[in-house]
T-cell receptor, first 115, second 114 residues
Framework: QKEVEQNSGPLSVPEGAIASLNCTYS??????FFWYRQYSGKSPELIMS????GDKEDGRFTAQLNKASQYVSLLIRDSQPSDSATYLC???????????????FGGGTRLMVKP | NAGVTQTPKFQVLKTGQSMTLQCAQD?????MYWYRQDPGMGLRLIYY???????DKGEVPNGYNVSRLNKREFSLRLESAAPSQTSVYFC?????????????FGPGTRLTVL
């Protein structure tokens, strides 16, 4: 079982809709959670970080964390065609399981926003 | 790309050739990382360096070597390239002293081994 799981998609939503991206992780002691956006042929770009249970909003993006259920999600409101990209979930495991301060990445979900 | 540069941007090698991928940062961060990204496999850590002069293996280190000669630069070397090393390689940095563990990526090197 992979440590960080994402549905590979593609997730297709119409322009203006809410896109919901989900991620589950296996290390219950994980402390930090990140969402990266990656356009085709480009490098991952950090768009959201979340460290405590609940919601964190930044513009059209909302990250949601539920440590008890071991999932983190990203909501994109008013989706635009320019949001079409692959979204990578990354988790920082518990330090006892992470001697090198390494992030563990999911495989990514491809989002397509159709005009 | 958050002050991280990578050279070259593209490279084609023949099986058995060697090459070094270069990564440099201008932010004085302690930690640097090398990842490879393959379709369907996500990002996988090859090697990392927590500080100048130290390096450690990640998830997929076989066939690679690294060097962190100074705080600014972290290089990845393929001694004898194989077709299985065809991939996109990303260097990343993590701010020293940060308790939040964000990593920031360079633009990547696209490598093809024939």
């Amino acid at each position: 079982q992979k440590e960080v799981e994402q549905n590979s998609g593609p997730l297709s939503v119409p322009e203006g809709a809410i896109a919901s991206l989900n991620c589950t992780y296996s290390d219950r002691g994980s402390q930090s959670f990140f969402w990266y956006r990656q356009y085709s042929g480009k490098s991952p770009e950090l768009i959201m970080s979340i460290y405590s249970n609940g919601d964190k909003e930044d513009g059209r993006f909302t990250a949601q964390l539920n440590k008890a259920s071991q999932y983190v999600s990203l909501l994109i409101r008013d989706s635009q065609p320019s949001d079409s990209a692959t979204y990578l979930c990354a988790v920082f495991p518990h330090p006892l399981n992470n001697a090198g301060n390494m992030l563990t990445f999911g495989g990514g979900t491809r989002l397509m926003v159709k005009p | 790309n958050a002050g991280v540069t990578q050279t070259p941007k593209f490279q084609v090698l023949k099986t058995g050739q060697s090459m070094t991928l270069q990564c440099a940062q201008d932010m004085n961060h302690n930690s640097m990382y090398w990842y490879r990204q393959d379709p369907g496999m996500g990002l996988r850590l090859i090697y990392y360096s927590a500080s100048e002069g130290t390096t450690d293996k990640g998830e997929v280190p076989n066939g690679y070597n690294v060097s962190r000669l100074n705080k600014r630069e972290f290089s990845l070397r393929l001694e004898s390239a194989a077709p299985s090393q065809t991939s996109v390689y990303f260097c990343a940095v993590q701010p020293g002293g940060s308790s939040y563990n964000e990593q920031f990526f360079g633009p990547g090197t696209r490598l093809t081994v024939l």
